[in-house]
């Protein structure tokens, strides 16, 4: 009674009478006195605005929700980017979350504005566990949701065809990037909205054991509901565990929800050329592995990291319905895998540096081959000329509602180029507040220089190529040169970032001058990188190991 009361005092709730719900709750049903998404409200012609996201989280707050409510940080224009804790007992802190020993889940949505689903299913799925009898999986895991990420670029609403000119609707939607111009899927690195800096302290504060950020695709034609990556680059630690959970997902959606899934990537290589002579796909191609994307960083920092990515070409409620009814599966999955998740967070790098330590891979590319899997696409027909029939499809050609399948090279995952040996610990300057700031900011900690130290390695800069086209506002650098041993170690200012334990493999691709994406390759060493002169940070490596 108390819920239908307060339900008929909200916008958008619906006033039916309550009815007993199980555990497993009708998904995406705004029925039994609950309030309601945008999108559902409208039928999926529209999608929530900042301040539908508001008003719903306190339309569950209101009718009691167990949920602990706040906000990770403030957006560039002020807002504030909500988050809800759901456990069951309750809890509000990381301490109280780690003292459960269950493990944290930290679903994202919204990253990128246009892309809708991932805001809409995180809004009716916590409605959902809210409100289910019984048991589910609220018992077994920590869930972190944070349905708006980018909230100023929600709020730039525009046509869907200029917008996102690849996706089946609806009508109007928000932008890509931030209010700065920013795509918030590149600045994981460096850091420089300050939504990134709310994400980086909620990692550090909560140290999630599953990071999930929710996407929608661009582009190719496929047969999958959705499609799916652990992290790609081949630094991350658990990126091959990551794969299995995904392959035993993939089974249950297909199983559970009767969604297809599969692997991400696009009928198109690397460089985003079309694979193709004709109508018909010759190749299917992940994105990259570089760590400036988030689940790219997140798996770096020793965890499981996924990324999810409704296809774009589905009309707008089957996206958000395969989003959740994904997010659901895994939720599910994590749950009864925790006890393995608890051993796997137990095996975390302990820094020994014996030669049983592989290298960490500091360079990626895409192997020159890969094997063939089937792959589900939709034949494209030529129209005869170069008319655009229909929104999202290139031009020349029509959608014709075909679905082949065929065995085609799969190229799903990196390997490396360039590793180094584990090193103990890079040294940089107490006076480059910059970089100090910077690495503070991602949670690495610096220390005084041991008085013991009496060796390093410095990198003699040969050559600096710097891209001739900025992008993110950068023009990014890559420096190429040699190591060598540093003949006397000055030690006035330094300062030692430990490359040990579980942040190893972020710390080694943030300094590492060779690295493909690290703090040099976005501009924060520019005024200090000369050729024939060191580079300003110095690597420490075992005694014996090979230089």
């Not at 999108?39 to 539908?52: G, I, K, Q």
């Not at 493990?103 to 809210?130: S, T």
């Not at 929104?391 to 180029?417: I, K, Q, S, W, Y």
Request: include cysteine; proline fraction near 7%.
């Amino acid at each position: 009674m108390l819920a239908a009361l307060v339900c008929a005092s909200l916008p958008g709730c619906a006033t039916a009478r309550m009815s007993s719900r199980t555990s497993e709750a009708t998904p995406l049903s705004a029925a039994a006195g609950m309030p309601a998404t945008r999108a559902e409200r409208t039928s999926y012609l529209e999608t929530s605005h900042y301040a539908d996201v508001v008003a719903f989280l306190d339309s569950l707050k209101i009718l009691g929700a167990p949920y602990a409510f706040g906000s990770i940080g403030k957006t560039f224009e002020g807002r504030d980017i909500p988050y809800v804790i759901a456990s069951r007992p309750l809890v509000r802190t990381p301490q109280e979350a780690r003292a459960t020993g269950k493990p944290i889940v930290y679903v994202q949505g919204n990253i990128h504005a246009g892309e809708v689903e991932g805001k809409e299913a995180l809004l009716a799925l916590l409605r959902d566990l809210a409100f289910a009898s019984g048991p589910n999986v609220l018992d077994a895991i920590v869930l972190i949701a944070v349905p708006i990420y980018n909230a100023d670029g929600n709020e730039r609403f525009g046509p869907q065809e200029r917008q996102r000119s690849e996706q089946n609707g609806p009508e109007l939607v928000g932008q890509r990037s931030n209010a700065q111009g920013f795509d918030l899927n590149r600045d994981y690195v460096k850091a420089e909205a300050p939504e990134t800096r709310a994400s980086l302290a909620m990692f550090e504060a909560w140290d999630p054991d599953v990071f999930v950020d929710l996407h929608t695709t661009d582009g190719s034609f496929h047969g999958y509901a959705l499609t799916y990556s652990p992290s790609l680059n081949p630094a991350a630690p658990l990126g091959d565990y990551t794969r299995e959970l995904l392959a035993e997902l993939r089974k249950r959606v297909r199983e559970r929800e009767g969604y297809e899934t599969f692997d991400y990537g696009n009928f198109a290589d690397a460089f985003g050329r079309e694979v193709s002579t004709d109508t018909v796909p010759r190749g299917w191609f992940t994105y990259d592995h570089r760590p400036r994307f988030g689940t790219n960083y997140y798996g770096l920092r020793n965890r499981v990291s996924i990324l999810s990515e409704a296809y774009s070409h589905d009309p707008f409620e089957r996206r958000v319905k395969s989003t959740y009814a994904f997010t659901r599966q895994l939720l599910s999955l994590i749950a009864e895998r925790r006890h393995e998740l608890a051993v796997v967070r137990a095996r975390e790098m302990t820094g020994s540096m014996d030669n049983r330590v592989p290298p960490v891979p500091l360079r990626a590319a895409l192997p020159p081959t890969a094997t063939e899997q089937l792959v589900t696409f939709e034949v494209l027909a030529r129209t005869g000329d170069s008319s655009r029939t229909q929104a999202g499809v290139p031009r020349g050609l029509r959608r014709t509602g075909e679905f082949r399948t065929r065995p085609m090279p799969v190229f799903d995952r990196f390997v490396p180029t360039l590793s180094v040996r584990h090193p103990l610990a890079y040294l940089v300057s107490a006076a480059d507040t910059a970089i100090v700031a910077r690495l503070r900011q991602h949670g690495l900690r610096t220390v005084p220089l041991p008085a013991t130290a009496n060796y390093a390695d410095e990198f003699v800069v040969d050559s600096i190529v710097r891209a001739p086209r900025a992008f993110q506002g950068h023009n990014e650098v890559r420096v190429v040169g040699r190591w060598r041993p540093v003949t006397e170690l000055a030690r006035r200012d330094l300062l030692e970032v430990p490359a040990v334990g579980r942040l190893a493999p972020l710390v080694i691709n943030l300094l590492d001058p060779e690295s493909d994406d690290s703090f040099a390759t976005w501009n924060l060493l520019d005024d200090r990188l000369r050729i024939g002169q060191p580079y300003p940070v110095l690597r420490v490596s075992p005694l014996g190991q090979e230089r």
